[in-house]
């Protein structure tokens, strides 16, 4: 069946360094993916999606590559912030309309 | 942008009694709506999908006389958690789909506590 697997957490960086998070992703046909961040006691906000290979979804300095090659979505940022300390979620909707299936989600520790 | 609202935000209730949560839609109409669950550091678990005006769709494993769901208006779904007991203690998320934008977004969390 279709899955999601994210890189394991914590991640712990310092103010201003760059960011990477590991989502690949098992799916027939050709899903849509997204990134969620769930910010300390907060609902899920959508970060940033992807429709179709090769897209690149964006958002707040935050971008992902959809790579049906690779079947990966990794998360990347140039220079986090500690603002951006939060659980991040890379998802998958295998059909319009359809349920989200999430990875574990990735803790995000950022210390200035 | 598209907001999705839960009630209550959060609840304690004892033992045996039943908790009601509402998801609404507050500025798209939402044919479909999906409920899902978390537990502390854990991901999001799709317990059931909720289909205006038509029977909701249960995940296996997920007991739909327990966790009751209604989904009567397009921008509101209820789902009511029967007989609660500890173990359904637990955080419980919505969503509601804005179909436009083929794009769901989330309510904010109903923190369910069952003592």
């Known amino acids: 069946g279709n899955s999601v697997t994210q890189m394991e957490g914590p991640v712990t960086l310092s103010e201003e360094a760059f960011l990477t998070i590991n989502c690949t992703y098992t799916?027939?046909?050709?899903?849509?993916l997204f990134w969620y961040v769930q910010y300390p006691g907060e609902g899920l906000q959508l970060l940033l999606k992807?429709?179709?290979?090769?897209d690149k979804g964006s958002n707040k300095g935050f971008e992902a590559t959809y790579r049906k090659e690779t079947t990966s979505f990794h998360l990347e940022k140039g220079s986090v912030q500690v603002s951006d300390s939060a659980v991040y979620f890379c998802?998958?909707?295998?059909?319009?309309?359809?349920?989200?299936?999430f990875g574990k989600g990735t803790t995000l520790s950022v210390s200035s | 942008g598209a907001v999705v609202s839960q009630h209550p935000s959060r609840v304690i209730c004892k033992s045996g009694t039943s908790v009601k949560i509402e998801c609404r839609s507050l500025?798209?109409?939402?044919?479909?709506m999906f409920w899902y669950r978390q537990f502390p550091k854990q991901s999001l678990m799709l317990m059931a999908t909720?289909?205006?005006?038509?029977?909701?769709?249960?995940e296996q494993g997920v007991e739909k006389d327990k966790f009751l769901i209604n989904h009567a208006s397009l921008t509101l779904s209820t789902l009511t958690v029967t007989s609660a007991h500890p173990e359904d203690s637990s955080f419980y998320i919505c969503?509601?789909?804005?179909?436009?934008?083929?794009?769901?977004?989330f309510g904010p969390g109903t923190r369910l506590t069952v003592l």
């Open positions: 969503s509601a789909r804005d179909q436009g934008k083929n794009t769901q977004y």
């Open positions: 799916a027939t046909g050709y899903p849509s």
């Open positions: 992807a429709t179709k290979a090769d």
């Open positions: 998802a998958l909707s295998d059909q319009a309309g359809t349920a989200l299936i």
């Open positions: 500025d798209f109409q939402a044919t479909t």
């Open positions: 909720s289909n205006e005006g038509s029977k909701a769709t249960y």
